[in-house]
């Protein structure tokens, strides 16, 4: 049997639960017939521990998919799983600054990702994009991980009242390959009907499919010629199409490569979503981007009627994945993370992506991660700086409150740290 015709079955239906924001109101479970409003997370879902029923060993925790331990860490945060079960808990080799046996947790456990979900709808995130790497549907066993973490992903998203959209990472994907995205998204929306939930993103009257990797300057295999003529497909598929693209799209220059059909790409599609991570590091740049990049992107997209979706991030740090100095761009508490939230609200923006709910690899991660990390020499972690697990998704919270105009644009810090 083809493994990619292998059905996992989800309920349809949206739970009526209310869903209660960072700032402690409760609010009605979000429309999902748009994004504009929203604010949505990357969700990675990439994390597996030996033991955890995937057969793939440590995969993302560890630098060659060895054990855990003192050397071998490729993240930078480490997650807070004090509210996991014992079957969501695997145990590390690391020892934390407490003395208790450091541990972390697999996106192929149900239990774990359903909580995830539950904080979105806890702290007023209203959904994710969750990730389904090109690179995993030629193995079976990452193909399963993916379909499994999908249906997770959509039975919370039931559950908790909050919306989600596929995202194809075209990173990694070779030359004349594209025929695989259009035959998995075949599968996903004709045998698996991942469109027909209720909590399926819709947008501009059409189910919502994204394509991250579009027109970056880093000497990908596959073509402009190629990404239009799969954007094309999903169009005529019924689909509205949200492409993730370089900083620099509109001027093609720098991230971007410098041909114009990337324009034309940029112009069939329904939203663009530039990819900022690592490209300011303080308030001040937050600001001269606003001026520089934001206000001109909408600008742009306003003429040629397309829709904008910038990404905001609240830290950068992979020093564990390769030597890089730690806490590369500092969170400075939430101040700049927020400063990205008001350039956009500025700029005039109507949704953002959040980079990203689970993403502790490079240090960007805004979903519960603790300040008792482990203690070694061969391996260093950074901290939320003392504040409360839960800080960074009470911000996302209010950066959604912010965008719809529900609390005062202001630069301080809303929230109490």
């Not at 389904?132 to 973490?149: A, C, E, M, W, Y």
């Amino acid at each position: 049997m083809n493994i990619r015709r292998i059905a996992f079955v989800v309920g349809l239906g949206l739970t009526t639960a209310l869903a209660r924001d960072g700032f402690g109101a409760t609010s009605p479970v979000l429309d999902s017939s748009t994004l504009v409003g929203k604010v949505m997370c990357g969700y990675q879902g990439w994390f597996n521990c030996e033991g955890d029923g995937a057969e793939r060993g440590w995969v993302h925790w560890t630098k060659r998919r060895g054990s855990l331990g003192p050397g071998t860490a490729r993240i930078d945060l480490w997650p807070d799983v004090s509210e996991l079960g014992p079957d969501e808990r695997f145990a590390t080799g690391f020892t934390n600054a407490s003395g208790h046996v450091a541990e972390v947790f697999s996106s192929y456990k149900q239990a774990t990702v359903l909580r995830h979900f539950d904080w979105m709808r806890e702290y007023g995130i209203d959904g994710a994009f969750v990730q389904r790497f090109v690179v995993d549907l030629q193995s079976p066993k990452g193909i399963q991980h993916n379909n499994t973490v999908l249906s997770h992903c959509r039975e919370g998203a039931k559950r908790s009242g909050r919306a989600f959209v596929v995202m194809y990472d075209l990173s990694g994907l070779g030359s004349n390959r594209t025929s695989q995205v259009v035959s998995d998204w075949r599968t996903l929306r004709g045998d698996l009907r991942v469109t027909d939930d209720a909590a399926y993103l819709k947008h501009r009257g059409k189910p919502l499919v994204a394509l991250w990797g579009i027109g970056f300057n880093d000497n990908r295999r596959y073509t402009l010629a190629e990404c239009r003529e799969l954007v094309d497909w999903l169009k005529r598929d019924g689909c509205s199409v949200m492409i993730g693209v370089p900083t620099y799209w509109r001027e093609l220059k720098n991230d971007s490569l410098k041909d114009p059909a990337l324009h034309e790409i940029i112009k069939l599609a329904d939203v663009v979503s530039p990819w900022t991570v690592g490209r300011y590091k303080t308030q001040s740049e937050v600001s001269r981007h606003e001026q520089m990049l934001l206000k001109p992107d909408l600008a742009w997209c306003a003429e040629a009627k397309v829709d904008y979706l910038p990404v905001v991030f609240p830290g950068f740090s992979w020093h564990n994945m390769n030597g890089a100095p730690l806490d590369a761009i500092p969170r400075r508490k939430g101040e700049f993370l927020w400063s990205q939230f008001i350039a956009a609200k500025r700029a005039g923006a109507r949704m953002t992506y959040v980079a990203m709910f689970d993403e502790v690899d490079e240090g960007t991660a805004i979903f519960k991660c603790t300040n008792d990390v482990p203690v070694d020499d061969k391996s260093k972690f950074v901290t939320y700086e003392g504040l409360p697990s839960d800080f960074y998704l009470r911000l996302t919270g209010a950066g959604g409150r912010l965008l719809r105009g529900e609390i005062p644009l202001t630069d301080s810090v809303p929230i109490p740290r």
